[in-house]
DNA sequence: TTAGGGTTAG
């Protein structure tokens, strides 16, 4: 065997780097450093491997005289995947310069990786042009690394540009643009695309059902959620860690919790996201105990919890009005899991008290907050909405509008508040100050599945096709839903209603979600549940509505709104009208 | 024997 075959035979099975020092002073002795391939191996292997070092390679990079194509992509690509993958970008830029190597579609993979990972965007368009420019816009995996990486920076339109313009797309492609949409928060995209991938006879895989029932989770639409299940069972993909926790979070998110404790319950491995998302799911279902019980087992398993378990946790706690369960997880986040708790926490804190009626407690928690923000200020108002105090209110509203942060929705928090005391002037005031601060109001939405369509509603909408039904079909749910204690918003004081943005902008009766459950009603068999998602939170009169309808017509109606689920089953609802 | 992939919150 000559020199550099018995070189290159070591360096195959070299495992630590002090091996490779070894070997490297090696082939210095025997004068082979400038041996090619044997160079090129060695950077290789410490610029990528685990026990390698990036600090090594560079040494041996700036040892090599002329770098040639595939040195420079070892370099690029260990500092793409390294904690410093602008270094990447630098490696680059100094190769374009350099006339002795050319780059090839693995410089092109490896720097979009570190500009997908440091969100590079200009560097990203500049490389996007050099790769049209040097014909590899045909390249398959070019293109899948520019697709993730225009995703990563948020500019989805671009994206799916590049997914159009590709000649050949394979699953990894396909996968990749689904997954864009359902991390953009476009779910109804992210299904649309599977139906093409679908028509265009592309076989789906475990990689695919994640971002499809992570945005069937989004949307609420478990119909499609659960043939995702079905085709997971199947193909023997239910196995899987990651297919496992997508489905539990989809379950949960979809109202079905006890298909989401089942799948949890058979899980042979969880991991961190496992727990959380059972965890998270408890809390938002207001299951504060068994939340707290699902995290103690995490414990016992080993597992060390994260930021989310605690958001899952005080979630449940609030929820329920575990306020000194609540307090304890608070604190023990810092004493005994050293997680620094964000403002999100202390939001959920603010929340614990004053859904509990403790406004005092919950004022002096957010005054005393290094976290000077508008959401904490906006939760104390929304407790003092559930308890109408007025004082406290116009504190918070204060606060809100110095930090210039006052929406329509918090003026309607404060006027449902003056509302409940009957005061006119207030209600005046808040309406006024919609109107003179030009304060954006958000409209309300509400989607309803129906068979595997997930169908969009918005307030007082008529440009649906199928308004016409559904107005005619609302008419005649709300007649019979006073039969069962439901007194429309016609009979009900204007002051008695401000509760929601939709309100200030029409009548309670075309509220998204009412005209979704009409719809609902009409076009699903009797006895069928009803499953609603909602971008606002569920109004007064909506509320009493729903409870209504659920008796009258017998059915079970889950709504998720922005915070929590209600189940409305025989004129109750699981939140006891507390929420 | 140098490549592209996934889930919880927000």
Redesign the pocket.
Known sequence: MSKEKAILTLL?GCNSLKRLRKIHAHVIVSGLHHHVAIA??LL?FCA?SVSGSLAYAQLLFHQTEFPQ??AW??II?GFA?SSSPIDAIVFYNQMVWDSFSMR???T???VL?ACERIKAERKCKEVHGTVIRCGYDA???????LV?CYSAMGSVYIARQVFDKMPAR????W??MI?CF??QGLHQEALQTYNQMRSENVDI???????LI?SC??LGALNIGVQMHRFARENG?DQ????G??LI?MYA?CGSLDQAILIFDRMQRK????W??MI?GYGVHGRGSEAIYCFQQMLEARIQP????F??LLCGCSHQGLVQEGVKYFNLMSSKFRLRPEV?HYGCLVDLYGRAGKLEKALEIVSNSSHNDSVLWRTLLGSCKIHKNVTIGEIAMNRLFELGATSAGDCILLATIYAGENDKAGVSRMRKMIKSQGIKTTPGWSWIEIGEQVHKFVVDDKSNRYSIEVYEKLREVIYQASFFGYVGDESVSSLDVLSTIETLKTSCTYHSEKLAIAFGLARTADGTQIRIVKNLRVCRDCHSFIKAVSVAFNREIIVRDRVRFHHFKGGKCSCNDYW
């Open positions: 195959q090129n191996k290789n990528i194509t595939e992509n070892s690509r995947q090839d579609t693995f092109f993979s490896f990786k390249d398959v995996i070019v293109c899948t690394n993730k394979d699953l990894v492609a996968n990749a997954s359902s991390q895989d475990g990689f695919t059902l994640v971002g992570s989770a989004h993909l899987s860690l990651y297919v926790n997508a979070d998110k991991d961190i996201f496992t959380n998302s998270v994260n930021s989310i378990t958001l899952g999100k």
